[in-house]
């Protein structure tokens, strides 16, 4: 029995060893797989204390098995704050119309986060390792998209019923749902997100940052299919070099009658529903004109290519605004949200003009989605780039105040960004970036791109400042890469939100940029801010590492450069 009590030295020091595991959840050398407490684990999350008053207390759990309680959780947070939505609009006649309108948008999120936190928990529940890198990466954007989904909610809601949704009782399920959704966040990019995504594809050397590029855009379709497209004069759409895009089916929209459909709604409602993409892109083919359609791409559209007969040939175009009642989510012309969209040689606008204020041309919240030789036209808030990841190629960008915003990880390469007259007393700030969470891989990075004012503005005698971006939220994220800056820009380069809110949170970086508004000299002093000088430091935000577009983006046909510009 005395044996029992006699404690070697060993045995200290394998309780002293096993102690040190324990406290250090963020050492490198700490593997998911092992026990660990609910308290220990929850200090690597953003909100520690909500964490451990969610999460059992259990010291035989480990990361992965804490990361499937958490998303399991919130998918049942997520299905309770979607009855309660529903609940309360089937009241309607006690709402105001604002009131309405901020609930609708948090109707459509609210379904949206139940899909992707249904199809994140099928990863989760199956695998208790660490992720290869491009399903890491599905996994994260999807998760990073529910956060992003459930801050729209709530700012529709503050700017059109602030009081009211905390008299209803949304505000506190809402501000749950978040924390919750955080912590899920965290918990699945400490157990299944690889430490060094950068390894999983391309690594440059200096000289190799700007090489690589797929080259050009040619179509593969049925003999039948190449009739149609003979007969409509659009054999020679575009470049045919490169990657064969394939069509398994095709329409043309023209308002003289003379193809399958005079409105770009109703050839949308022809294409099928839930394709995988295998047999290829359903394309709508939109003859030159002026469409004043609000256009909305379902996301059961899925593998849809618009193509039309050019910029300023090919315009889709509407006038909804803040100022006229609509959401800043609703007064989009153009709305998509379907995987796999593709648009090519279209013009979108959003003609209410800087008076009405926020005014969206387009909002893209959908995943692997491609514009390329597309031109946006508005004022404020021109470019609603909302979630999950996208590409824009040779695309020209019109606006005025937060022009490009939103919270996807988007790259733009090779476009014009045109910073328009704003109104009296208002600035010009090219981007406004909306990432709300340190775990999010979402951000907005552009490359090769050129900004120049446009005509308004350049022959104005007036002295509207225009600045590279401003942060929208807490840990906003944009980054300018070997991109021409006109005199049109700022010295400072930068501009604050609100006093110093996020400048110390927020990630700016410019690298290898020209032009006479591409001196850093003056820029702004902000922790938040940096000078790149080291390529390796730019990898993270290419093409191939930010939205893993060698992925996915060979399949558009759309040219794009991999490693960088």
Known sequence: MASKFLISSFTILVVLTLLSFLSCVSCADVRPGNPISSGTICQSTPYPAFCKSMLPNNNSANVYDYGRFSVRKSISSARFFLSL??????????????????????????????????????????????????????????LSAILTNSQTCLDGLQATASAWSVKSGLSMPLANDTKLNSVSLALFTKGWVPKNKKGMTWKPNKKQLALTSNGGFSFKMSSRHQAIFEAVGRRKLLPTVGDQVLVSDIVTVSQDGSGNFTTINDAVAAAPNNTDGTNGYFLVYITAGVYEEYVSIAKKKKYLMLIGDGINQT????????????????????????????????????????????????????????????????????????????????????????????????????????????????????????????????????????????DDLASSNSTTQTYLGRPWKEYSRTIYLQSFMDSVINPVGWHEWSGDFALNTSYYAEYG????????????????????NNVEDVVDFTVTNFIVGDSWLPQTGVPYSTGGV
Do not use: M
Not at 116 to 142: C, E, G, N
């Open 513 to 532: 940029n020209t032009g006479p508004g591409s001196d850093t000299s003056g820029r702004v002093t902000w922790s938040g801010f940096h000078i790149i």
């Open 85 to 142: 939505i529903e609940r309360i609009l089937s009241r309607p006649s006690s709402l105001t119309n604002g009131v309405i309108q901020a609930l609708n948008d948090c109707q459509f999120l609210a379904a949206l986060n139940i899909d992707f936190l249904l199809s994140s928990f099928q990863t989760v529940d199956t695998t208790s390792t660490i992720l290869p890198p491009l399903k890491a990466d599905d996994v994260q954007t999807l």
């Open 315 to 454: 315009v889709i175009t509407g006038n909804r605004s803040v100022v006229d009642g609509w959401t800043t989510f609703n007064s989009a012309t153009f709305v998509v949200t379907a995987p796999g969209f593709v648009a090519v040689d279209i013009t979108f606008r959003n003609t209410a003009g800087g008076i009405k204020h926020q005014a969206v041309a387009v909002r893209n919240g959908a995943d692997l989605s491609t514009f390329y030789r597309c031109s946006f036209e508005a004022y404020q808030d021109t470019l609603y780039v909302h979630s999950l990841r996208q590409f824009y190629r040779e695309c020209d960008i019109y606006g005025s105040v937060d022009y490009i915003f939103g919270n996807a990880a988007v790259v733009f390469q090779n476009c014009n960004l045109y910073p328009r007259l704003p109104l009296s007393g208002q600035f010009n700030a090219i981007t406004a970036q909306g990432r709300t969470d340190p775990n999010q891989n979402t951000g907005i990075s552009i490359q090769n791109c050129t900004i120049k004012a446009a």
